[in-house]
């Protein structure tokens, strides 16, 4: 790899605007600029993205020192955020970044930043990341864009998107390494006390609810029992008979009450309660599926990987709860 004396150094460009997020600019400048690890390995440069002032949210104000016309010279565009996600970007800016794409700049919308990049059409009929919040407009909105609400952080020719506030870290350590080896781009993560990579992607993050109750109260009271109950095995014959119907007609009556099978429901709340185990607790994997009542370690483990795309034993590092430090 170069090392930052042999050649001139890449230039990163990172486009503000008006209401701007504090967080969101603060994340390329600590990666891509020279304080992190006392040494530059990029110039890096604060682009108006628009005419000022331009002010953030909560009030601040920020001065970039070059307009619109230095894409013309920069070798990484970043587009940190933006402000609404149905609003267009000034045509100027959009202009600006097509003629960077044209002659070659790696691009990157972090988090809402993606959408200025769909907008100018930079993503169309290549592959891309959002928020998984986003994941229903983003489709609707750009339909020519394959979206994976999962990824962190995708690349697709040259354009590079990410999910939400924590992924721009993700995808802007991923364009250090692009540009130098992973040894520096570990440095910089670890003066960031951030992991130089996470494993899996958003499915870890996501709020997936479990009906907690349904308009049909024989099913409330029979999800209530369950749930006190959740080691024990279960067959359709004997809940349906439990509140006195036939397997087919409990099975289309829970269906229609919960929206999904028996065994979708039982699996999801067995994996509601193993995330509260590995993080409120120490108990072993094998002392957690006899209280979630999964038939062995294996069938739990692929359950586990197969819905939030991580181990459980990853899940415990990444979300364990470590108990409060005592004052003397």
Request: charged share 25%; glycine share 6%; hydrophobic share 40%.
């Amino acid at each position: 790899m170069n090392s930052p004396e042999s050649k001139p150094l890449p230039s990163v460009a990172v486009i503000v605007f008006n209401r701007f997020s504090p967080f969101h600019i603060s994340v390329p400048s600590i990666v891509f600029g020279r304080d992190t690890l006392n040494e530059a390995f990029f110039e890096l440069n604060f682009i108006a993205g628009e005419p000022g002032p331009l002010l953030s949210d909560i009030g601040m104000e920020i001065h970039p020192n070059k307009q619109l016309c230095e894409l013309e010279r920069s070798d990484i565009i970043i587009v940190p955020y933006w402000r609404a996600i149905d609003e267009r970007p000034n045509q100027q800016l959009i202009d600006a970044l097509r003629r960077a794409k044209g002659r070659g700049a790696l691009i990157a919308g972090l988090c809402l930043g993606g959408y200025v990049l769909a907008y100018a059409g930079l993503l169309s009929g290549k592959r891309a990341a959002t928020h998984w919040e986003l994941e229903q407009d983003f489709s609707q909105r750009f339909t020519n864009v394959a979206l994976d609400a999962n990824a962190l952080y995708v690349e697709d020719q040259g354009v590079i998107t990410s999910a939400g506030t924590a992924a721009g870290i993700d995808c802007c350590l991923y364009i250090f390494r692009k540009f130098y080896s992973s040894t520096v781009a570990n440095r910089v993560a670890r003066r960031m006390v951030v992991p130089p990579y996470r494993d899996g992607g958003q499915a870890q993050f996501i709020d997936q609810p479990i009906p907690v109750t349904t308009s049909d109260s024989r099913i409330n009271t029979l999800m209530d029992t369950i749930r006190r109950n959740i080691n024990q095995k279960y067959s359709l014959d004997k809940l349906a008979d439990s509140v006195m119907m036939t397997r087919r007609t409990f099975t289309r009556k829970f269906n229609k009450a919960t929206g999904m099978s028996f065994g979708e429901w039982l699996t999801g709340e067995r994996l509601n309660l193993a995330q509260d185990l590995l993080e409120s607790t120490d108990l072993s994997i094998d002392q957690i599926v006899a209280k979630t009542g999964f038939s062995s370690v294996l069938i739990f483990r692929e359950k586990f990987k197969e819905r939030y795309e991580v181990t459980p034993n990853r899940w415990r590092k990444t979300f364990h709860q470590k108990p409060a430090p005592q004052n003397n």
